[in-house]
């Protein structure tokens, strides 16, 4: 009774308390901090546990046998570097990602030029056509993509897909990726430069070669790591455009076997994906912080990485 | 735009006629012929025919002899009750909405965290945010396959602590897929809430304290009317890619949990008797109607708000 009698008061004392807290605006936001830190924790730790299992000794996905690189080359069956399938994927993905970033970037970096300096009613038709992939489900465009190479693009009888399907895919939505990219950098160099060097008299073409191009160049390099990841990432384009066993790629195989596959080498072949593409944003992120912080603005990486989305 | 606009000084002038024209043809060209006619594609093969010989769908070029029997059937089977398209569509439906609520739940309360953030930490946070953007969408559902199996650690933890008895998650449990989607989407939503909430002045959130709003009352009032337009693009930014999303319910769940983008890839795809290729890019065209009416309803919304701002 008197333990009750004692905790009652003790009880609205401290809801009272918090109250108080609740209810000061300028209070340490711990909740939210907390809420904010565990979705990092919650969003990155079952990655890094996918990864940690992939140098996993044992055949468990779940309890830890040790340290090997068994399941990347020891593995004489089963390891990335021996099982036909796994290293097929892992040469596909990048012989894909290889050809799509040096066939896209530059009608990329022609289309963004052409494109900033255009004027007209064309240009702007351009300008949206340029636009649309952006805003268009993968799965649409990949299912017209499949329908054109099963009907239309047929060369001498025989079907595009596999790895040229693929690639012409893949291609078809980097470009505004990379027009995207650039036009940023376009329209902060401005046209001095040029106009200086036609004073100096520079023809259009060499302003064009010689001015205009180193300026952009950072902004192309970052244009061709973004590429490259974007295709090294890209699931339902290569599912769709695919013919089968010969052009599967990782993300392919994750999809077809991730469910059944039974030992971690499914863990080893997508952390090689993984830092495949995050290498390549990585080099990206820190060229254009580089470049921006010769030009005495400041940048910090992650501010550069959250320019390349959207 | 920057630059000065083409009047006798531009230097436009100074280059060759067409030059322009001629930078930008290649792109231009390319997506002509592999995005634009695909997109056409999709409808001609919706409003084709079928092989005399084969019974295969065949596309139709020529709009002057499209047939409407694919549209026809997939529209029926959405309206006929116990229609296998319609119970699929509705399940979508549902998933998308369920996992989209869930989303805004789970990521506003972090945009919002960010958003306060200064320093040191919000670069720390801010990368920390970005990286799963650059992971294989792929890769981050099979992390949860690994996760989630009968003997996985999910279960390990929840026998160990007893918070609840160890389940079979990937028996086709609508849940884990909604869970599953949320996981793959929520960073994409949580960019433009962070965006709005930043953009957002203090001064404005004081001035609604100063004048005796309670602190929740001048979230409401305040912070969350002016976040609106970040909530929105971020809505519709998940919603695009999961209502074409059928790798997370392959990877977490069964046949149950079939989506829009499991019949289109099957029809489209795989099943290739008979009319199913057309019936499949009926689908892909109702689907993209769906998705197009969600943009259009996003950029009139931005118009309006910029208009309504510049006011």
Redesign the interface.
Known sequence: MSEVAVAVPRAAGSLRRLRAR??N?WRR?RL??L??WL??L???V??A??IL?SFNAGR???VWQGFSLRWYFEDPDLSVLHDPVLSHAVLQSLKLAALTMLIATP??V??S???A???GP??AA?NL??L??L???????A??????FA??YVVGGTRLFGTPAQL??H??WS?PYV?VVLRGRL??I??EY??AA?DLGAS?LQAMLRVVLPLLAPAIFAAFMIVF?LS??D??TS??LSSGEGSIT??ML??GT??TGENPS??AV?TV??VL??AA?GIAASVLRLVARRRGTPA????E??RF?I | MAGRASDDGGIEVLYPRGFWQALSAPGVLWLLALFVVPLYAIVATAAGRLDPIFGTSVPEWNPLYWQPDAFRFVLGDLAAPGGVFREVFLRTLGYVLAAVALSLAVGYPVAYYMARLGGRARSAFILLMVLPFWVSYLMRIFAWVNLLQPDGLVNRVLALTGIMEPQTWLDGRPMTVVLGLVYGWVPFLILPVFAALERIDAHLVESALDLGASPARAFLRVTLPLSAQGILAGTVIIMLPMFGDFYTAQLLGTQRNAMIGTLINFYLTQATVGPAQARGAALVIILAALVSALTIYYLVATARAARGAAR
Do not use: C
Request: proline share 7%.
């Open positions: 609740l209810s605006p936001p939210l901090a809420w904010g979705f990092v919650w969003s990155l079952p990655v546990i996918a299992f468990s996905r779940s009608i990329g022609g289309l030029i052409g494109l300096r255009w004027r064309a240009s351009a056509l340029m649309l992939p805003v268009t489900p993968e799965i649409v465009l299912s017209g993509l499949f329908l054109v009907h239309l012409l895919g291609v078809t470009i027009v329209f902060g401005g046209k040029e106009e036609m259009p990841a090294i990432d699931f339902v599912q769709f990782i993300p994750i999809y991730g469910r499914m863990n997508a994906m993984l593409s995050l944003i910090s990486a992650a501010r990485l959250l989305e």
